[in-house]
Every structure is written in C-alpha cells, then in structure tokens.
C-alpha cells in the first residue's frame, strides 16, 4: 500500500501576515488543491493524509467536495515545526502502508511521472526524493557580505518533494531526530542522521514551492499546461 502525507499546516509568513498560501487562487483553484488533485489522480497512491492547522479541518473538506477528489483522505493537526507536521502525519498512515509519500501542500506542479518515479526508487533503495541539478554558480558567503568561496555546482542538487520512503526508515529517522532534539530542513536529512542513502529523482519539468507573492505568476504559466479542475 502507498500513502501520501501532504503537508499544508504552514501559512508562509513570507508571503504576507494575513495571507494562508494553500488558498491563494492560480489557474482557477487554490494552491493547495491542486497538489491534492496530483496525487488523488495517481493511480500508483492509495491514501491522503493532509496535515492541516488545527480549525481548518472544515475548509479543507470543502475543497475535497468542490474538486470532486475521491481517493480515501483524513486530516491530521500540524506541529510546531515541520518535522513534528510530517511525525503527526506518519502515525495515521493505515497499518498496511509500505511506502509513503510526503509533499509540500504549497507545491502544485508535481507531476504524475515524478509521483511514480519516486515511488520506484524508494521501493528499490528505501528513499528517495525529486530533485534538479543547481544551474547557477553558487557563492559561500560566511558574514553575508564578501564572497568566501565558490562551491562545485556539479555536485549540487536542489531537492524538492515529494520525498518518498519506506515506511520504517523514514519513521526510523524521524524519531533519530527527536531523539537528538535537532532541526532538519527536510525529511531526506533525517535519513542522513542514520545513514541511510537517498536516490535523487531527477525532475523533468519545473516544480516550485509558492513561497513569495511573485511566485503566483510563474506558477500560473506553469498550470496552464496542465489539466484543471473538473
């Protein structure tokens, strides 16, 4: 069985104090049905967990009416931090789930290939996660003012979601991370504090998250090529 954990609890204080980026409207629906409707329509998906601000519950379950999405999916309560967000949500996977999917809400272009694709890499390595070579030349800067040093950009990747694992090792790493009290910045790094190899995905077309208001223009570019909501 294969779970996707969609993780929507952030409002995105980058984006403005008053302003929730899951329901910012581009190419006809808000944000974040659009990464819900990707994963509703993968036939390789079984279940949706949306980790959600507590008192959202309600507005999460009209999107679901709205948009028609029909693939079984319950809510659970956002944490603190985004690593306790993707926690709550991995204790209510159903019990026969081997493979787990975890995906920025505020993410809408993932692409059905990239779902499948990673799934396959995780079933064949235990993780996996979407990622795109870094084409830009990247500068080290230790006080943010004067260049420190040029790093090898043939050996970066910027990674993306969704981060895809076997079951056991991503619940493994994460309660590492608990245990250590330590941040990561994505779930992929929790599987770095154990050792575990991740297989990079790479991603055939761009797949941003919404983070800053200039963001809604490209992604509208970018949604207007694929299919929108019934």
Request: glycine share 6%; hydrophobic share 40%; net charge neutral.
């Amino acid at each position: 069985m294969v779970s996707a954990i969609i993780v929507a609890a952030g409002k995105g204080t980058r984006m403005g104090p008053s302003v929730d980026k899951m329901f910012l409207e581009v190419h006809g629906c808000p944000v974040v049905a659009h990464t819900w409707r990707a994963f509703d329509r993968s036939n390789h998906v079984d279940e949706l967990v949306l980790v959600v601000r507590d008192g959202l519950q309600s507005s999460f379950s009209e999107l679901a009416e709205k948009y028609k999405f029909n693939k079984p999916h319950h809510f659970v309560t956002g944490g603190a931090q985004r690593q306790d967000s993707v926690w709550n949500g991995l204790q209510a996977l159903a019990a026969a789930s081997e493979i787990v999917l975890i995906q920025d809400g505020a993410r809408p272009c993932t692409s059905a290939e990239l779902i499948t694709d990673t799934i396959t890499a995780a079933r064949e390595t235990g993780a996996a996660v979407a990622a795109q070579r870094v084409t830009d030349t990247i500068k080290q800067s230790i006080d943010g003012k004067y260049v420190t040093h040029t790093l090898d950009r043939e050996l970066l990747w910027a990674v993306q979601t969704p981060q895809t694992f076997r079951v056991e090792i991503i619940r493994r790493a994460l309660a590492e991370v608990r245990i250590r009290g330590v941040q990561v910045t994505d779930d992929t790094a929790a599987c770095e504090l154990i050792g575990q190899k991740v297989r990079l995905v790479l991603g055939k077309r761009p797949n941003p998250k919404v983070t800053m208001p200039e963001d809604l223009a490209m992604l509208e570019l970018l949604l207007s090529g694929i299919p929108g909501p019934p």
